[in-house]
């Protein structure tokens, strides 16, 4: 059976290349473009056995590996892989790649986790999130893609095929690993892809996400969980796109003004027509302009005489369609001021701006020790949501995954120089929940019980939680004693963990220096 399952599994590794190397021959990329794509491809499919062990939840092979396939065939018609020290380097400062959308293209240089991180930004919508949403439409989307693209390279950063690690230096961007983390244990990987892939906004996935979190752990939860990642959203995208920046405080103080107008109705309704009167005339001058080709032209100079190199406008054909765009946005306008004069629509609306105001409060706080405080309370929402699934967890199946989402959880990267599991504020919780699952566990039998005294099995047991062996089936556990002090040692095969000093164990289960699988 084994023979037969691995020969299955080189028949389906050959597929997958021979499907590649046929749309690469399609494709007018150079040969060390080609080569590198097909060792990308080669060794996520030598390590990631490993993280479908380590993170369980996720996309299968399969999945994984046809929807970089098909990016590479529908979303890129230009790939190039260029040296720093090139003359003709068109990359800019602090950037490792640059991606054109609109017209295919990418350009990165010769690092590999970057190219593929290229292609997974290259595949996404830039809006995920409806426009109803106003601002959050684009910070939350930012803060959803980001991550997945971040989670898409993992395979390749962390794992090799043999061994699990991880430098913070590779992390593209650790606050938002995190917090897509984060969504992913507590919603499902499931969710979360269909939102990421939805074409269409027939189906609000907002709104199926917000009643998804109220469903599994109440109404009290997901409003704190909710809250707390629109709030996370805003300021990581103000902290990272100097654009946003001022747009965001732009719109915050726009949103405060018209509540301060809105106090005064018969003012604020009369400068509603006004406004109307000039949305109009900019529709009218978008018509004329894309409908007229020296117009249009004028127009094309006059844009990128104001853009850097990353942002031009890359041909008259892109600016007319960025014009029927902006013109399509005036339309929408247009229908808004309307319903605004509705006296029904008048309240609806007061309320919605109030809502508004509630979110871009938070630049206030434009320091960005913010984003810490929130962050942080962000992982306490998410381990009280790892309590409930504890409590429901009622079979072996359940509390094996929970095991391993704990143990992969806490060594994510807080920050540069943490991991979750060194973080102070968090240690209180993070123990009360290593003693549910460590007592769920050898309750349910998942987990070898080491010792009848609760305080000695918690400290020897809640080291797996810190250890890197990719399958803990596969690990053993050893007491070690040298002369009056205690080890525990867990390892497997390849891997020997350093020895952890533990108080005087009572009543043990099993005798000092005798090797026990952890696993029952």
Known sequence: MQ????????????DYNNELEKILEKKKFDENVKSTLLSILYKIEAAYKDIETVKKDIDNKEEYIINIINIIKNKCNSIKIIKMSDKQNEIPKNKTYIINKEEKEIIAYPIERKILYAIAKIGKK???????YFIINETLSDLINIGNNIEIVETLRDFNGYSWSSLPQEIESIDHNLIYQNLRMMVGNKLLKKWINNNEFVIDYFDLFKEELEDRYGKENKNK??????????????KNDKNKNEIITEEKDKVEEELYKMKDKKQFLEDITQQKIETE??????????NNKELLKKEYIRRNEKLNLANKI????????LMIKERNLYIQQLEELNKIMNPIEFIEYK????????????????????????????????LETLKINIEKADTKQKIEKLIYDFRYYLLLQYNEKLMIKEVKNLQKDIKI??????????????????????????????????IRIIKLEDAYLKIIKEKDKYFVQIFDENIFEEKVEIEKPKDLE???EKKISIWC
């Open 510 to 512: 099993i005798k000092p």
């Open 126 to 132: 830039d809006e995920i999130v409806k426009d109803k």
């Open 3 to 14: 023979k037969k399952t691995k020969l299955l599994e080189k028949i389906v590794k050959k």
């Open 225 to 238: 969980i909710v809250d707390n990642i629109i709030e996370l959203a805003i300021l990581l995208d103000m």
């Open 281 to 290: 005339e900019k529709i009218r001058k978008i018509d004329t302009i894309i």
């Open 314 to 321: 890359f041909s008259i054909k892109i600016l007319s369609k």
């Open 351 to 382: 309320k919605e701006l109030e809502r508004r105001y509630k979110y871009l409060e938070i630049i206030e706080f434009n320091n960005f020790e913010q984003i810490d405080k929130l962050k942080n309370e962000l992982q306490k929402n998410f």
């Open 433 to 466: 929940i290593t003693e549910k699952i460590i007592k769920k566990a050898t309750e349910l039998k998942v987990i070898e019980k080491i010792s009848n005294d609760e305080k000695t099995n918690y400290e020897i047991l809640k080291n797996i939680f810190s």
